[in-house]
């Protein structure tokens, strides 16, 4: 009995350094989600890491390939609201990095918000738009939500657990356990949290691992950092009802890779509903899009010296209007400061126009 005790312990020791020789970036991991090395040695955590590292780091491979610009952007927003850049794996592990994700039970976009927690979350839903699929607004809740599970138990393995299973059934683990100590409530037998939470911080470790083995420099080849560190995303302002293939061609994007950082807007264009709205462009593209997108826009604008005055008729819309009058919709809701879209007959418009299309209409008169 001792001898088979012994070689328990042996194997698990065993188990742990192979770790340690394959992912020297766990003493960092550890440490950013409050988890102790003692973890290290817990025999669930060996026997995941040795029967998935290769198919994690399959997915983590996929993930990359899908959504790998993201990373500079999310691990910079983390970092500059007082959280670790590794929470960068949480969305990784919820979505595989696919802006358009949807699980089973509804949760939506990269970091798998329940419409419910989403409105919470300043997250707006409608026919138009759907801002769970807006990488940008999506992490700015869930950085919100984060710091707000870390408030309520503690320590950031408690959030990222109670992000997965909610904070009700956390609490009650936790005072079934007696304990917040991971090793406790990791426990496969006492199943203190459920089985699928448990699974879900493996994989957080396991790709936090893998991924920091790279950022770290214990990659193999330069390949894979210029592949994560490539061309982060920043977010700038368009006029309501903008086409976004339009945008593309002026910055010089191709439309798919746009729309693909884009999931927010369902219908490849940009609503109506508000004046302008918030997009979001490859950080390399920023000079193209303040002087081939933005610039013409503006001197544009300055051409449109004349106004109109616009008697709405039954079933115009705005977008008509501008069409009509070659005029925009940015300009129309500026002109005549419109808090909606929602126009009904015999309200008047004042549209700004070009002096050719003033007189064009002057004629008719």
Known sequence: MRSLFFIYIFTILSFSLDIVEKYPSYSYVFGEFDIEDEYLYNSNFNTFIQKNHSRYKNFYQHSINRGGYLIPTFKSMLIQEGLSDLFVYLSMVESGFQADAQSIKKATGLWQFMEATAKQYNLDINSNFDERLDPILSTNAA?????????????????????NCGEGRLQKGIQRAKSTTLKVLMDEKAGYIPKETRLYINKILLLSMIGENITL?????????????????????????????????????????????????????????????????????????????????????????????????????????????????????????????????????????????????????
């Open 143 to 163: 950085i919100e939500y984060l710091h707000k599970l870390y408030g309520d138990f503690g320590k950031w393995y408690l959030a990222m657990m109670a992000y």
């Open 217 to 365: 420099g214990f990659g193999d080849t330069k390949e894979e950092w210029n592949q994560i560190y490539g061309d982060s995303i920043v977010q700038v302002e368009v006029e309501a009802g903008e086409n976004i293939a339009s945008i593309a061609q002026s910055i010089g994007v191709e439309t798919k890779k746009l729309l693909k950082i884009n999931h927010h807007f369902k219908h490849g264009s940009v609503p109506v509903v508000l004046p302008s709205y918030k997009l979001n462009i490859p950080s390399s593209k920023i000079v193209d899009f303040y002087t081939s997108y933005k610039l013409k826009k503006e001197l544009s604008q300055q051409k449109k010296s004349h106004f109109i005055s616009h008697i709405v008729s039954s079933k115009e819309n705005i977008t008509k209007i501008a069409k009509e009058y070659q005029s925009s919709l940015g300009e129309i809701i500026a002109t005549n400061s419109l808090k909606n879209l929602l126009l009904e007959e015999g309200d008047i418009l004042i549209i700004p126009v070009t002096e050719e299309i003033f007189i064009e209409f002057s004629q008719h008169i």
